[in-house]
């Protein structure tokens, strides 16, 4: 049987692990909602995506380090996890109706256009407002469920480089 020390190191040492299968399952998942199931992805579902990639990359570069350089990329990737379930949060928000969005959140102001550059503006990009849900799962959306995964992994992770360097200073 191991000892709550040996696992408390092992656990640590799986942390890197964990988020960069976490950040990559919730980049994978994304991309899948987006190109298979015809769900493109507003300014603040993007901003997400970027949370997750810097946790994904963080937690690369934390493999193939030792110490204390390991526990920083680990603990920096946990905290990017944290600053997406931010992103996340204020998704929802925006969502529910509780605040406004970004500029980039809502349609463009098309009152005093002609017809020539209303044409213009619809054909330039396609618009994703932020303020709509897409598509949810008993009743929470996309950016509501990746709030509770990020939060939960971020702090998972910050939890065990915690763990972990109260019980290498012991």
Known sequence: ????????LRAAGSAPWLAAAIAAAALLGALGFQYIGGYPPCLLCHW?????????????????????????????????????AGLAGFHVGVEQGWWEGLPGCSAPNIQGLNVEQLHALLMEAEFVPCDEVAWALFGISMAGWNLVLSALTGAAIVWLVARHQRGSEA
């Open 1 to 8: 049987m191991m000892s709550s020390d040996a696992l408390s």
């Open 48 to 84: 997400q995506r970027y949370a997750h990639v810097a946790a994904l990359a963080l937690a690369l570069l934390a493999l193939p380090l030792a110490g204390k350089a390991r526990r920083f990329a680990t603990l920096a990737a946990g905290l990017a996890f944290l600053g997406g």
